[in-house]
């Protein structure tokens, strides 16, 4: 094969094969136990699952399974996402009621209603940047940062454009009030702990 043969060939292959060729050869490597792995913009990031990270994670679904069954709430789930090579784990994301798996047995960014992202210090540029407008772009209709660094929460609304155009942000302790959203849930932030 030749140069050019070869380069053509690799400009054929879509940002899902290329991140399943991502995913496979990192699935081959071994990796230390408690860590998540996601691919955003190309670049391979591996955080530590800690515990107060995954308390408010399971906090969060804990509260959407009042209102919605299991089956639609996800936790570190790959989802590819609009943009060169965005194969997201969301701490948490709610797919639409007619949602279908797909082949491989995941989903479409397109069926993705709802993210929760809880910040890690070492990545949180991607929850508040490049994660951010990929969820934009793909239209999840409401974004949640949780920052237990900030002892905030943010909750991002109407997507357009490849961003968000509205901004609410509730302090630790307040309840985030989204019944004004297809979500008609009020996340109780009481129990989340500030790192």
């Known amino acids: 094969m030749t140069v050019l043969e070869d380069r053509t060939q690799m400009a054929e292959i879509t940002n899902e094969q290329a991140l399943d060729q991502m995913f496979e050869a990192l699935e081959r490597e ?11 913009e190309g670049a391979v990031y591996m955080t530590p699952q800690r ?3 995954w308390d408010i994670t399971l906090g ?5 399974r009042t209102k919605y069954p299991r089956q639609r709430v996800l936790s570190d789930v790959r989802i590819d996402y609009p943009g060169d090579l965005n194969g997201l784990c969301s701490d948490v994301a709610l797919v639409a009621e007619k949602a279908e798996r797909t082949k491989q047995g995941g989903f479409l960014c ?3 209603e709802f993210v929760a992202e809880v910040i890690y210090r070492g990545t949180g540029q991607n929850d508040y940047g490049p994660k951010k407008a990929a969820y934009a772009t793909a239209g999840v209709a409401l974004y949640l940062i949780v920052d237990p660094y900030q002892g905030k929460c943010h909750a991002y609304t109407q997507p357009k454009d490849g961003g968000y155009h509205v901004e609410t942000n509730v302090d630790f ?3 985030v009030d989204l019944t004004h959203t297809f979500l008609g849930l009020t996340f109780d ?3 989340f702990a500030r790192d």
């Open 110 to 112: 397109e069926d993705v």
């Open 173 to 175: 302790e307040e309840e």
């Open 30 to 40: 071994p990796f230390l136990e408690g860590y998540k792995i996601e691919i955003v």
């Open 60 to 64: 969060i679904v804990e509260q959407l």
């Open 51 to 53: 515990t107060n990270h």
């Open 189 to 191: 932030t009481s129990d």
